[in-house]
């Protein structure tokens, strides 16, 4: 009787995990431009330098005048008090705002007022490229 000796093939098959990597990469960066925010407003055109808005607080104005900090509606009246608690929780950061084009020009500069009395005073008006 011959005794046969066996190797053990120690390597993985790595070919169906760079698969499953490369769907979800692709599968994100799909999906990654539908999560930026999730209320509808038509923003005006403009010719700007494009700036990283997730870098600060974004306050969002829809054409029924209803407003947003992030994804949270709140009132007019409540805009200080929000970014005050805000501004206390974390670092430094800058507000840009989100007006729908339809807006009146004062309902926009009423949040800019309540956002410089809540002590900040680096705001930006978001626009589409136009």
Same mark, same amino acid.
């Given at each position: 009787?011959?005794?046969?000796?066996y190797?053990?093939l120690?390597?993985?098959?790595?070919?169906?995990?760079?698969?499953?990597?490369f769907? +979800?990469? %692709?599968?994100?960066?799909?999906?990654a431009?539908a999560?930026?925010?999730g209320? @509808?407003? &038509?923003?005006? /055109?403009?010719?700007?330098?494009?700036?990283d808005?997730?870098?600060g +607080?974004v %306050?969002?104005?829809?054409?029924?005048g209803?407003?947003?900090?992030?994804?949270? @509606?709140? &009132?007019?009246? /409540?805009?200080?008090?929000?970014?005050?608690r805000?501004?206390?929780?974390?670092?430094?950061r800058p507000?840009?705002?989100r007006a729908?084009?339809?807006?009146?020009?004062?309902r926009?500069?009423?949040?800019?007022?309540?956002?410089?009395?809540?002590?900040?005073?680096?705001?930006?008006l978001?626009?589409?490229?136009?």
């Amino acid at each position: 009787m011959s005794r046969f000796r066996y190797n053990v093939l120690a390597d993985m098959n790595t070919t169906t995990m760079v698969d499953l990597v490369f769907l +979800i990469l %692709i599968m994100y960066m799909i999906a990654a431009p539908a999560m930026q925010s999730g209320i @509808e407003v &038509q923003l005006p /055109k403009a010719q700007a330098r494009e700036v990283d808005v997730e870098s600060g +607080i974004v %306050i969002s104005m829809t054409s029924d005048g209803k407003i947003f900090v992030g994804d949270l @509606e709140i &009132q007019p009246g /409540k805009i200080e008090d929000a970014l005050t608690r805000i501004r206390q929780a974390g670092r430094e950061r800058p507000v840009f705002i989100r007006a729908d084009q339809n807006l009146a020009y004062g309902r926009v500069l009423d949040v800019i007022a309540h956002v410089k009395t809540a002590g900040i005073y680096n705001v930006g008006l978001v626009t589409d490229r136009g």
